[in-house]
């Protein structure tokens, strides 16, 4: 299994970024995914996920400016970040189903929201 993020860098307050996860080695299609976060100094914090049959979930913090979807043709996963803030700073996280110790991780990609 491999997830691979993408797209993580500066951007200003009130800016937006879209990450991706590539996956490979596992049935993608019939795989919950998720994002997760850790910003310095806090703990992992859960941002979105998305289930095989489309359906999205959010945490509180993140509703209503980040949009999680799926590309099944290509096994790849994206979180679409608008709006964001300087608390959004963190290491994204790319996860199969809800994030949780046992599931497969990527590497992490870095987001920086500053001025």
């Known amino acids: 299994v491999q997830l691979v993020e993408s797209g993580g860098g ?7 970024l ?3 996860c590539a996956a490979s080695g596992f ?9 997760a976060r850790r910003a310095p100094g806090k703990e992992l914090e859960w941002v979105s996920g998305i289930y095989p049959d489309g ?9 209503g400016r980040f949009t999680i979807s799926r590309d099944n043709a290509k096994n790849t996963v994206y979180l679409q970040m608008n709006k964001m803030k300087p608390e959004d ?12 110790p046992g ?6 990609t870095q987001v920086t929201v500053s001025s």
Do not use: I
């Open 103 to 108: 599931d497969y991780w990527g590497q992490g």
């Open 27 to 35: 049935s993608f299609s019939e795989t919950a995914m998720s994002w």
């Open 55 to 63: 359906s999205t979930y959010y945490g509180n913090s993140v509703k």
């Open 10 to 16: 500066l951007v200003q307050p009130g800016g937006s």
């Open 18 to 20: 879209r990450l991706s």
């Open 89 to 100: 700073t963190a290491v994204y996280y790319c996860a199969t189903r809800e994030a949780k």
